[in-house]
């Protein structure tokens, strides 16, 4: 009943910069944390950034420095601004929010993911 939609991602060499977007639509009574994972080919899925609805954050060792997460709760979105991109980034990367419906049901949505490569 949450549908998320991320986009922003593609090719970029080593150094540069992409911004992901991702805005969720659905029976959304209210979003509480929002989050960005990734995952390489062989590997687990890992959590990058998370983000409360009051704008804490949160950053995996890897990207701190490096990655910012935002977002606008007014448009239910949450974006990733990844900065001096480096090969080891590359992984498709997901989107994740939780929160209630307007049934007042909890839920947990993820986005079908977007692909980010870097290139030496």
């Known amino acids: 009943q949450v549908q998320l939609v991320e986009s922003g991602g593609g090719l970029v060499q080593a150094g540069g910069s992409l911004r992901l977007s991702c805005a969720a639509s659905g029976s959304i009574f209210r979003i509480n944390d929002m989050a960005w994972y990734r995952q390489a080919p062989g590997e687990q899925r890992e959590l990058v950034a998370h983000?409360?609805?009051?704008?804490?954050?949160n950053y995996a060792d890897s990207v701190k420095g490096r990655f910012t997460i935002s977002r606008d709760n007014a448009k239910n979105s949450v974006f990733l601004q990844m900065n001096s991109l480096k090969p080891v980034d590359t992984a498709v990367y997901y989107c994740?929010?939780?929160?209630?419906?307007?049934?007042?049901?909890?839920?947990?949505?993820w986005g079908q993911g977007t692909q980010v490569t870097v290139s030496s």
């Open positions: 983000i409360t609805r009051d704008g804490s954050t």
């Open positions: 994740n929010a939780d929160g209630y419906l307007l049934t007042w049901r909890s839920f947990t949505s």
